[in-house]
């Protein structure tokens, strides 16, 4: 098992910045990649970002590439998502999630085994 906490979510103004954190705890050794997804209200939840637990390797969705930045703190086993230049369309429910397998399609949903419990992300304009 693998357990996932969220944290750095919070009310912004457009063109303002936050960063999210994911701390991993249990059987980290297991996790293949991270990824950052969110669900605005009202609609399905969408991919964000990702990156290799082994660090390196990272990949975002088009709406947010150039303005966030997804990384890695390995001693504390804790995924950052920098999120710069926000706009009013990215306010939704932010979660982590770790891709155990990591032979399926990066940008789904179901490509994740394990999930946070969310932080709220609001951008006013």
């Known amino acids: 098992q693998v357990q996932l906490v969220e944290s750095g979510g919070g009310l912004v103004q457009a063109g303002g910045s936050l960063r999210l954190s994911c701390a991993a705890s249990?059987?980290?050794?297991?996790?293949?990649?991270m990824g950052w997804f969110r669900q605005p209200p009202g609609k399905e939840r969408e991919f964000v970002a990702r990156?290799?637990?082994?660090?390196?390797?990272?990949y975002y969705a088009d709406s947010v590439k150039g303005r966030s930045t997804i990384s890695r703190e390995y001693a504390k086993n804790t995924t950052y998502l920098q999120m710069n230049s926000l706009k009013p369309e990215d306010t939704a429910i932010y979660y982590c999630?770790?891709?155990?397998?990591?032979?399926?399609?990066?940008?789904?949903?179901?490509?994740?085994?394990?999930w946070g419990q969310g932080t709220q992300v609001t951008v006013s304009s």
């Open positions: 249990g059987r980290t050794f297991s996790i293949y990649a």
């Open positions: 990156i290799k637990w082994s660090g390196g390797s990272v």
């Open positions: 999630a770790a891709d155990i397998a990591g032979w399926g399609t990066a940008s789904a949903v179901s490509e994740y085994e394990y």
